[in-house]
């Protein structure tokens, strides 16, 4: 596992020392990949394709908290849904089966100089279990886990992002995604069949046999761990029943 973790390591020492960001214990960093605005807005053709906003970037409507344990702090900023002290999970209200989502995310660790790392996920057809995380297809955003990095699924299936098909790590790859800087995920799911995109690369196309999570289900955001910021905006549901 150690030996797995050699590479980011690295990297994130070259970032680092490079002063490519700026950390800040109290705010979120300026990431210079800012989404272009105006954000959470749908175009004319989103909206003849069928999208919706789940975020509308100005109040949770739409959305439920975790339990008063888990609940960790959730705060809108100039529509980037900003969540902070996890580990704790922001559930949509309503339950979806089979449609595509997109959103823009980006995640960092206050303690990163310590080698810390932000670490964050969208699930989708989750349920509530009533402890620290829910169950279901956990879309992955983590550029240091080399067994489940961004691009794929948590514990399922890793995707090709940042790992080739021999469990080889691409360092160019990783350049692209790393914590602080904005980055655009796409689902797409219908029944057991999985497609991830990550700044519009195909990153997963995936079927579970097992048939996981088969029922309709909650999309919850997340914020790992009690150092971790994780900032959202953009997100948008296309319903495919």
């Not at 169950?135 to 886990?145: A, F, R, S």
Request: proline share 6%; aromatic share 12%.
């Amino acid at each position: 596992m150690r030996r797995a973790w050699i590479t980011p390591l690295i990297l994130a020492c070259l970032v680092l020392a490079a002063g490519s960001l700026a950390y800040s214990q109290s705010a979120p960093i300026p990431a210079t990949n800012f989404p272009k605005p105006p954000l959470n807005t749908l175009t004319d053709q989103e909206k003849a394709d069928g999208w919706q906003l789940l975020f509308n970037g100005e109040n949770f409507d739409g959305w439920e908290f975790d339990t008063e344990k888990f609940k960790g702090e959730w705060k809108i900023v100039d529509g980037v849904l900003i969540a902070e002290k996890g580990p704790s999970h922001l559930f949509t209200a309503q339950k979806f089966t089979n449609f595509e989502a997109c959103w823009d995310v980006c995640t960092y660790d206050v303690r990163v100089p310590k080698f810390r790392y932000g670490n964050s996920g969208i699930f989708v057809r989750c349920v509530k279990t009533g402890s620290s995380f829910p169950k279901g297809y956990e879309v992955q955003v983590d550029p240091y886990d080399v067994k489940n990095p961004t691009g794929g699924i948590y514990g399922m299936a890793p995707g090709n992002l940042l790992v080739d098909e021999n469990g080889h790590w691409k360092p160019e790859a990783f350049m692209e995604v790393h914590e602080g800087k904005w980055i655009n995920q796409r689902v797409r799911i219908v029944g057991n069949h999985i497609m991830l995109w990550v700044n519009g690369q195909l990153t997963l196309d995936w079927t579970d046999e097992k048939n996981s999570f088969p029922e309709a289900g909650f999309i919850a955001l997340q914020c790992h761990h009690p150092t971790d910021v994780v900032l959202f905006a953009n997100i948008k549901i296309k319903v495919l029943d």
